[in-house]
């Protein structure tokens, strides 16, 4: 299913080189006005950068979006929030060479393993373009957030994106299975070439030793200065604690190379193909608003939105 | 919801020191011979841990399954697997000064925000304890998967537990957020006291340059020799790629400290209390189990069982 | 699956002539005082029938209830709710003759066609004995409820049991999908020999012909004093409109005949045998707190519990 | 959530006169042809009804049907099938009398209750064009089906439709909860204007006193040729027995009177209203492909598709 949430849910559509990518966003709440023009900052961010540089993609993204339903006078109207961005610039020429083979790092031999056919031009289904309607979604999200004081910021370190949610409130997440660590978690690991994830601050804080693990208490601490040091990065059994949130997402490195790469056949011969496309050099500085837009969006899905 | 999967689905229930812990496993095929003398042996793997160690828990855990529903004459009935274990060798007075204070580095404090009140007896719901009814629903899945060929093992390594499932067919999990993965991620941060989640092989393979990372593909290389090396720990784009899945979870130290710990009480003054329950020194040894069910779950929930 | 509901769910679980039929009760709020006796109350009405009668069936159930969690202190936890009820009175031998033959009217040849095997005993899982979980779970739900002001009765009428929603406000229901007679409709007829649903005031108001059929609006009305009529059953568009919830659920006759009956073989010849097992002469009577309790475990799976 | 199946999943949105309505159909197989032709043919059936009159309305929509995602080279990816139809000939300015005022039998208040606001145009997210979407996926659900031998069929009767489903294998449907009745009931009661289901052949079969009820096996029957009447319409313990599925849904009649209506205003007051939008004389024409669509989206939910 392509959908994430429970009474906050995505749903996306769209592949890389097709017609449209898009979502459907369930259970906004109604009479909110929404600020599209964040919501296309936010995709310029996805677009360019948080620092932009000559290493992000060449491909030019318009990325206007169309508003297809779930708004009525600027409000919304408790309805499904539907939109989509047209895809531009399409060449799928350029991918001709890719039809038969099967490159390293990417998931082309994975979805001929479980589809039978896929869509080679640029990833179909598994590009980072499908990312557009998670920032879109997560806007709306950020937006419905800020109303009741909570917000989110990102940092890269290395190949790291560091996120800190601010203000929310103590009692967010189940202490089973749906605990806060294990849904950032899953949202997370579900954004292209994620890897790893810790929460703790810092990342590494699951490997002190017991003597030094367990945040004391601040005397007299209030509810969102609680305990001296956050090793346990604002969740105890699952659930926020008050005191900010503080995970860490891993991403590997780009994985298709403007050298070429070696292909593998479906008959397992291997074939050297330089691609055409055009494509990141390195995505990381555009990763941290996805970062931010997911975990919007899983909060969003735990609180009671007001 | 304290629920966990789609197709093959546990729910959970229990307080550590409330009459009994259990579970009801539903999704499970018909006609499926289960050995029960291999669930109660995981148990034992849970109680005393895979190198036992004076250092484990001293209190005593019989842990005798009451099977409830689901079976007729040894055979699974394709109707819910419900079964439970009596708590024992509870003796809440040990827990009385914990009433009205919230120990360092556990959920008391976010149980009573969240819930207003709380099982101060060992952590009830929070508890470790509940991870019993994972062991007894993980086993079932690995008999389940076991004649499906996939098989599970984990090893140790600092803070650290890395499992290798074996023989899993490609094209298991999903493109867009119910990824391999993240699904796998989210399942082993749920397990009390997990705090990283890595894929791939090493851990930290997610580091390496643009031209170390993407693994090359083997010359002819068959459906479980793939590529040269396992970088990305056999997922390609949120999916099986066949090769051995590889990935590593984190957990903290233990908490609960035998020379006492600098409680808060509610109105956020702190308090020394010497606790008299009996607990983990270090939980680490009693983990693989538990790591090795939560993976077992997730691929039973995400590939068809015949 | 065997669970209903999303934010307040019951998975139930036990075959007839098992060990034990129950429940588990996920979501419902933490700190009530839940009134245990008259939970007993319910099962009783249930055993019993709500007009006593020597129809009901001869078969004893004590019905005990074996709480296993989610209670403390006599207090909701917040965490699941567990029950159990031991089945009693099992003879076994009984249900020899059903072994390898499959009755009119019954769930054998269908459990056989999709399982495989079934246990033969009294029906096993398909065995009105399964509602015990949902009488118990519904008491619950009913508690809960009636707090907030919203109660249910229901008449006997033939073969239709007809039930009224009292106290419900405008605007609980989906519009679309999970529309609220759509989820009274689908709990309805989730009950064992259901087979018929209509909302409505009265049970045909559907045949009304367009002059008759909407409800005049009341002048000056009130809340719950909307229209003159309430032909729609308080339901507009799939959402209360704070008048009356009116629904009708028809109930097929028994289909255990005390004088024996033909059944099939597995190699399609048929076969006369007379039943020694003890069953309803007419369930009829004991409908009622079905009835209600589901329509209780709907509503509070759709409005917000406080 | 506006959203229905679980592993084969329909999502729709858009406002009767909003940009357009659509959906996304997720859960559908890769790698099979769609006849879009028939798909057309589908919504204009819905259009124009089974029996054209000049009763029905006489507002033009072309509902041309935009594909974006989901196909590649005519082929199904295993991808989100999205897809959307613009709402054309909108005017508005029709519905302006109705901005502050309540229909009777209509969802304006319910609405208004739940959202606090709504979209007066022509009902909004409530008008029968949401089943834009809900036709075109039950089209494609159609024709999966029909490959594995499975038919939908339909017969307008009185204010009834009774649907037929040929070829449906013994075994489809949960015994609990998720009966086969149940989720028909469900699907069908999602229907605007739907009030009342009953599954039997005939429709009040469940009337039949306790000597006529419980369908006589056939000597020597074979699969679908398994009793000799078909009281229970196909539907055994709630699953499948292999005999036709006939089941029947009653709608009420129109609630829109060209020769106006009393509203109610936001105080209490009555207030009389022409209406200029063009409207349904009667629907009941329109609605068997409606029918057979949900039908055919519960089926392909239940099934393994292949």
Redesign the interface.
């Known amino acids: 299913?392509?959908?994430?949430g429970?009474?906050f849910?995505l749903?996306?559509?769209?592949?890389s080189h097709?017609?449209?990518?898009?979502g459907?966003l369930?259970?906004c709440p109604?009479?909110k006005v929404l600020d599209l023009a964040f919501i296309q900052q936010e995709l310029l961010r996805r677009r360019d950068g948080d620092v932009p540089s000559p290493l992000t993609t060449a491909r030019h993204e318009a990325d206007r979006i169309?508003?297809?339903?779930?708004?009525?006078q600027g409000?919304t109207?408790?309805?499904?929030?539907?939109f989509?961005v047209r895809n531009q610039d399409c060449r799928p020429a350029d991918y001709g060479q890719l039809q038969d083979c099967?490159r390293?790092?990417?998931?082309d031999?994975?979805?001929q393993?479980?589809?039978?056919?896929?869509?080679p031009r640029g990833g179909?289904?598994?590009s980072g373009r499908?990312t557009v309607a998670r920032v879109i979604a997560g806007a709306i999200a950020k937006q419905l957030l800020l109303t009741q004081g909570i917000s989110f910021s990102t940092t890269i370190r290395?190949?790291q994106i560091a996120c800190t949610i601010l203000g929310l409130p103590?009692?967010v997440?189940?202490?089973?299975?749906?605990?806060l660590?294990?849904?950032l978690?899953?949202?997370?690991?579900?954004i292209?070439s994620?890897?790893?994830?810790?929460?703790?601050d810092p990342?590494?804080?699951?490997?002190?030793?017991?003597?030094q693990?367990?945040?004391?208490?601040q005397?007299?601490?209030?509810a969102d200065r609680?305990?001296l040091t956050n090793?346990?990065?604002g969740?105890?059994?699952?659930?926020?604690?008050?005191m900010p949130v503080v995970f860490h997402v891993?991403?590997?490195?780009?994985?298709t190379?403007p050298e070429g790469?070696?292909?593998?056949r479906a008959d397992?011969?291997?074939v050297s193909v330089a691609p055409h496309g055009r494509h990141d050099r390195?995505h990381i500085t555009r990763l941290p608003v996805i970062v931010e837009a997911m975990a919007a969006l899983t909060v969003a899905d735990l609180i009671a939105l007001t």
């Open positions: 299913m392509n959908s994430i429970n009474t849910r749903t996306t559509f769209g592949e097709g017609p449209a990518v898009g459907v369930d259970g109604a009479g169309e508003w297809l339903s779930g708004l009525y409000r109207l408790g309805t499904p929030i539907a989509l099967f390293p790092g990417h998931a031999y994975t979805y393993q479980k589809y039978g056919h896929r869509d179909g289904r598994a499908e290395g190949r103590a009692g997440g189940d202490p089973v299975f749906d605990r660590n294990a849904r978690g899953f949202a997370m690991l579900s292209p994620a890897m790893a994830f810790a929460v703790g990342a590494d804080s699951y490997q002190l030793p017991p003597d693990f367990p945040d004391a208490w005397p007299q601490g209030t609680l305990t090793h346990c990065g969740i105890q059994g699952g659930i926020s604690n008050g891993g991403f590997h490195a780009p994985v190379h790469m070696t292909c593998r397992g011969s291997l390195d």
